[in-house]
């Protein structure tokens, strides 16, 4: 059976409002006349109840504890996490968008700990170590270009053998490099005001300017047998997408620092950490509410006008949105929002199966990445990895949905299909210039900001958490001079 693992709704509904009206209750006032002097407390509407939009509520909370600022999440679905979502079958919990964070995450590490969910390590990306076998597959040879071994000094010796000492060497020291840089900048605590929020200043205070103007082939530097086998790999099953001449550096580097740092997940979902910084940011959540429009309203109280699908309407002094390319309209707004494609990828589970040794010979890898061909099969490739999650159970990422015929290729027996999903999951990088790219408006008008701005730059749970910490502290610092 597949049923969502969520936080009952009801309870969180109830949690909210419970510390909703004990917000309301400290700020009554005994006589009318201090209640002239008093300013209304501000309220803040967060659209989206993902990884964004859930810790900008709990950080923006966290930042304004004395005040009666209302918070209130509009989320379209009826459940929290967005693309960190997990089902559960056969007793197991299974990942079904974003499985894994680095341990040196420290957003979303602490926030496990302090919430005190379990961490257990995971392992759906090629790292050489660990007990199951990775193969590189190349859907035009039909062949496996390489196969790790369970032993991870025999998997080094055929990587050197294979691409040389210096190119897995170099890529994991700049993926490691990379990922420390992000840290140094994304959670050290800015000694100055915060500042609006812009593009160009996140990828600045996050200390990846090095990166996020370079185009990433140059900037690994390394052979092209590398790059077209091991790090496009790892940008397929991390991103969905070829490693590209016009491709930044960014993507490979997170991908690479995916494949060759700790990794780990929160047991039974990582959309669980999402929950609890909804329910603390002691915040109104309504689901199934989905934003149809917003629009900047002349009034100096409350200008923001949010309507939903429901025919409702409300106002905000501020909104965060967190939703990628917004799907409503923006009205009387100083900026619009940059739209940027979203890669289109299709997540199957299949289950009582084993991948076919006619297909792909006997005794496959546990995880079958696929590799950049020089010229791309017909139809291009058609699976961009086939995971095995234990006990015949199969996890496939790809660019359509598989049809019969090729599951029957590529399985045998012919599986059963436990759950299938479309996401639109990542941005498509490097389709702008990379100058351009970084002119685009976090800040949209005056307390209304886009944080899914900064993923066309860095898409992980973790980077959105950070922008999302960056926009609180500016909403909260505006919030305290206020009242
Ligand atoms: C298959 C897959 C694998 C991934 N793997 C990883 C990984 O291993 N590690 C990692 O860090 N990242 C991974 N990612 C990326 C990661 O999931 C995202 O970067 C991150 O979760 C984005 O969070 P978000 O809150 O910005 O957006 P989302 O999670 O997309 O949240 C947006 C929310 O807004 C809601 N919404 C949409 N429209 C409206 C509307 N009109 N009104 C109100 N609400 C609306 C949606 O229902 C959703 O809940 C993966 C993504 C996918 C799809
Ligand atoms: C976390 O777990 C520990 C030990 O199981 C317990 O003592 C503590 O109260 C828990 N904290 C929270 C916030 O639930
Ligand atoms: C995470 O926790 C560690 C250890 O308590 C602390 O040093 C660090 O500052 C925390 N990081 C963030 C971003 O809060
Ligand atoms: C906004 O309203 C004020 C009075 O409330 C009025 O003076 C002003 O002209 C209005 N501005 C616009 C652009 O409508
Ligand atoms: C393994 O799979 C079979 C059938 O697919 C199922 O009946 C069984 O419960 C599973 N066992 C475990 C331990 O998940």
Redesign the pocket.
């Known amino acids: 059976m597949r049923t969502p693992i969520v936080l009952p709704a009801c309870l969180l509904v109830f949690l909210a409002s419970a510390s909703s009206s004990a917000h309301q209750a400290a700020s009554q006032h005994p006589f009318a006349q201090t209640e002239n002097f008093a300013p209304e407390p501000k309220s803040v509407a967060v659209i989206g109840a993902g990884a964004a939009g859930t810790s900008f509520a709990y950080l923006l909370r966290q930042a304004v504890p004395d005040t009666d600022a209302k918070i209130t999440i509009l989320e379209a679905t009826s459940r929290i996490g967005g693309r960190a979502s997990s089902i559960e079958f056969?007793?197991?919990s299974i990942e079904i968008g974003a499985s894994i964070f680095l341990k040196e995450n420290e957003h979303l590490y602490n926030a496990s700990k302090r919430f005190n969910l379990t961490l257990v390590s995971s392992s759906t990306e090629p790292k050489s170590g660990s007990d199951d076998r990775w193969g590189i597959w190349s859907t035009v040879d039909r062949s496996f270009r390489f196969v790790s071994s369970t032993s991870s000094k025999l998997t080094l010796a055929r990587m050197v053998w294979r691409y040389g000492f210096r190119a897995p060497y170099e890529v994991s020291r700049l993926a490691r490099q990379a990922a420390a840089s992000f840290g140094r900048g994304a959670y050290s605590v800015p000694a100055t005001t915060p500042v609006p929020p812009t593009l160009a200043g996140l990828i600045a205070d996050f200390k990846l300017v090095a990166y996020a103007s370079q185009l990433g082939r140059p900037f690994l530097g390394v052979n092209d047998l590398y790059l077209d086998e091991i790090v496009a790999s790892a940008m397929r099953v991390n991103y969905g997408q070829d490693l590209h001449a016009d491709l930044p550096a960014l993507p490979p580097l997170i991908s690479m620092a995916a494949a060759t740092g700790e990794v780990t997940a929160v047991e039974n979902g990582n959309q669980q950490i999402f929950e609890h910084f909804a329910v603390n940011a002691e915040a109104s959540i309504h689901f199934e509410k989905r934003v149809t429009e917003i629009e900047l309203v002349n009034s100096t109280s409350k200008p923001y006008k949010v309507s939903t699908a429901d025919g409702a309407t409300a106002y905000y002094d501020a909104v965060a949105i967190a939703v990628p390319n917004p799907p409503f309209k923006l009205v009387n707004i100083a900026r619009q929002p940059t739209i940027h494609p979203y890669v289109q990828l299709h997540v199957t589970l299949v289950?009582?199966t084993a991948p076919n040794p006619s297909y792909f010979g006997a005794n496959p890898p546990e995880r079958i990445l696929t590799c950049m061909d020089a010229v791309p099969a017909p139809g291009a490739h058609r699976f961009n990895s086939i995971s095995h999650l234990g006990?015949?159970t199969y996890k496939i990422f790809s660019p359509a949905e598989p049809s019969p015929e090729q599951l029957a290729q590529w399985f045998k027996p012919v599986p059963t299909v436990v759950a299938h999903y479309k996401w639109g999951a990542y941005p498509v990088f490097g389709t702008d210039a990379a100058g351009a790219a970084q002119d685009q408006p976090v800040m949209l008008d005056d307390q209304l900001f886009y944080l899914n701005a900064f993923e066309h730059i860095f898409s992980t749970m973790e980077s959105q958490t950070a922008v999302a910490k960056r926009v609180a502290s500016y909403v909260a610092e505006w919030i305290l001079s206020e009242s």
């Open positions: 056969e007793g197991a289950a009582g006990n015949g």
